[in-house]
């Protein structure tokens, strides 16, 4: 029988819409300072009607060196920056790196969007591939974002990249949790990334379900679970998490930000785009079983809360299924819109933060609940509450659900 | 194109697009051991003179695998440019 090991969380790396460090990342949350702008670049696609995006603000890409950059998109480098951030913050070195025993699990919805544009205008346009650069297909691959890490840092181990939209991040956590703790790795980088270009928002505005009536006034939306939310928000940004095997951690005296105690990843098997309340709940029923928890455990609720008209609602009414309804839950989303690949890892990084200040960070915009949604705990102002374990959960195209759960140590 | 305006095409996209220094490209300057270019890069340095080549003069030129492969120094270059669009 194997042993079955426990996971910890020993180093973060993050570049989001609301900062590229925790202080910055904090500041925003404590200030209810919006991470979204307006696009002006956008106005020439003619139809589409959301400007409005989460965008990384004040990266130098050249903390990576121009060889490195040249298969790179700007989801790679947000990916390769932040695992390089998490690295140093967990200290780990060359050796360890390169040792085999460490994994990278990353991913994105479609790799680059910008190097799709480079590759296939200029093929259409002039039915030559004449102009087309030596790595642009490298920017675009759906494993770009993991192989350019694993590649920059010398890693052998099992290196693997889950492509599936807004649960990428969240599903390279969950798996990478998973090669830990049955000793396949000890330690992995997870997490994930996304780059916004225009036919990232077109995707959602095709759908009706993007925000369309802030182009003006970009900081104040999108409104997860209020009764006039007019849609998403996309976001872009990257980030990983170290998970490391709880004793290799502690010896090397590694600082430890928590545990993952808990993973599901499970499928509606049912819609393309419409989200199944019965899918969530079975998720996370599934992430409490694999916890070993009751439901009165789970200290708060980081909701995936895209402020769609019925990802919303399902999302408010799963959770009320399989919650009572005090759980304080929020939508960090409504601070960095949503970035997709990276929303998981941006949502237990933001988790994190929370449990080591003992606050729950507010939902903005929020100001009247929906009537379909009542009864959910929207936490509106940041709230001080000891916090022991949380959920994370998100939701992707497909009916892909994860559910993530993490405790203090 | 004279060849004040083959160097300074030249230059700008080493400059720019491999973020080669000003004070690095002398004429006898070595590709591959000063400059640190390698063969990747010489396919996207091909794609980046064409395009700029086009830009500048208006008419579509190619710089043939076979001469490509010959270029060692970034004086081959301004050489090579000069054939293609001033014979």
Redesign the interface.
Known sequence: MIKLRRVVITGLGILCPIGNNKKEIKDAFYNKKSGIVFMPEWEKIDGLRSLVAGTVKNIDKKILDRKTRRSMGNVAVFNTISAKIAIDDAGLDNNLLQSGRVGVAASSTIGSPQAYEDFFYEIFRTNSIGQITSMTFLKIMSHTTVANIAVNFGITGRVFSPASACTSSSQAIGMSYEAIKFGIQDVMLAGGAEEIHHTTAATFDILNVASKNYNDNPQLTPAPFDKDRDGLVVGEGGGIVILEEYEHAKKRGAKIYGEIIGFSSLCDGNHMSTPSKEGMVNTMDAALKNANLSTDKIDYINAHATSTDTGDVAEAQATLEVFNTKIPVSATKSFTGHTLGACGVHEIIFSLYMLEDNKIYPTIHHKTIDPRCKGLNVVTDIIDKKLNIIMSNNFAFGGINTSLIVQKI | MDLGEIKDLVNNILIEE??KEEEELKEDASLFDDLDL?S??G??LV??L??AIKTKIGKEV?IEEEKAKKLQTVGDIYKAIDELVNN
């Open positions: 491999f973020e390698d990747l890069d396919i996207d794609v980046a064409e395009k190619k």
